[in-house]
């Protein structure tokens, strides 16, 4: 189980108390906890913390403008169910019309890679596709604009990983540094999917690994388990999900009974 240096949660016990979890984060983004340690600091990362170490902040709730967005109940697994096949501004359409929600391709796109969700469309460019912008140089204005941020050949960000070490993605999952180049998700791994391949082999294709206990830190293989889109979508509806393992292992089971009734029934009335 991967966990913050003692450092910065001995900063974060001391400075939650009395701010907002956005006000907290772009206080810890200043303390170079990010350059010495490799760590990346989002609102939900920092949230996601404060509920594993038991911080509270004291300030009232809600989701008052400028606050980080707590999607509804079940929209993951509802995403997944969908996905297949459709552009991410086609899934965001259906997305705020079952929920009701302002939901956006922008937010989507972020969702989708957060969540490892595949739609299988290669939107890739492709041996013999061209570029808008082949063969148009830069104006000397945009040049201007662009210079001072310039990477020079040689230069290493501040925020650079090396390989192996983890981090995580803004909806803090836990993610490991496998290359050093290729994609972002060529270079990186959920530590999660890696443990349980390591130990079960291949996942395979509409499944997905859970946490049995809520925390995404928690890696070990005891905590891992392996369910189906519809599974998750009953064990989030059903709120089958608790913070204690072994009462969502029972969950898990419970959902796959309440499924097999439901499709069981489905067949009676069509016989």
Not at 255 to 270: F, L, T, W
Request: glycine share 10%; net charge positive; charged share 30%.
């Amino acid at each position: 189980m991967w966990k913050w240096p003692e450092e910065v949660v001995g900063w974060m016990r001391e400075n939650t108390a009395g701010r907002t979890t956005k006000e907290l984060t772009v206080l810890i983004n200043r303390q170079g906890f990010d350059k010495k340690y490799g760590m990346v600091f989002t609102e939900s990362i920092v949230k996601g913390a404060k509920s594993r170490y038991g911080f509270k902040s004291g300030t009232p709730t809600g989701n008052p403008k400028g606050y980080s967005v707590k999607y509804p109940e079940g929209m993951e697994g509802y995403i997944r169910s969908i996905a297949e096949g459709k552009e991410a501004g086609e899934i965001a359409k259906a997305v705020s019309e079952h929920f009701g929600i302002e939901f956006s391709a922008g937010q989507c796109r972020a969702y989708k890679k957060n969540h490892d969700i595949v739609s299988g469309l290669d939107c890739r460019f492709k041996e013999g596709d061209e570029p808008a912008n082949k063969g148009k140089k830069m104006s000397l204005e945009q040049y201007r604009k662009c210079q001072t941020t310039m990477f020079r050949k040689g230069n290493v960000p501040a925020n650079h990983m090396e390989v192996g070490e983890c981090t995580h993605t803004t909806d803090g999952y836990l993610v490991r540094k496998v290359r050093e180049h290729g994609t972002q998700w060529e270079r990186f791994e959920f530590v999660h999917r890696k443990v349980w391949e390591e130990h079960n082999g291949p996942i395979p294709e509409g499944k997905m690994v859970s946490f049995l206990d809520g925390n995404k830190d928690n890696c070990d293989i005891d905590n891992l388990v392996l369910i189906d889109n519809e599974e998750n979508l009953e064990l989030n509806r059903s709120n089958l999900r608790f913070s204690n393992a072994e009462f969502t292992k029972a969950g898990v089971a419970i959902a796959r009974v309440k499924i097999a009734a439901r499709k069981r029934r489905g067949k009676k009335v069509r016989n």
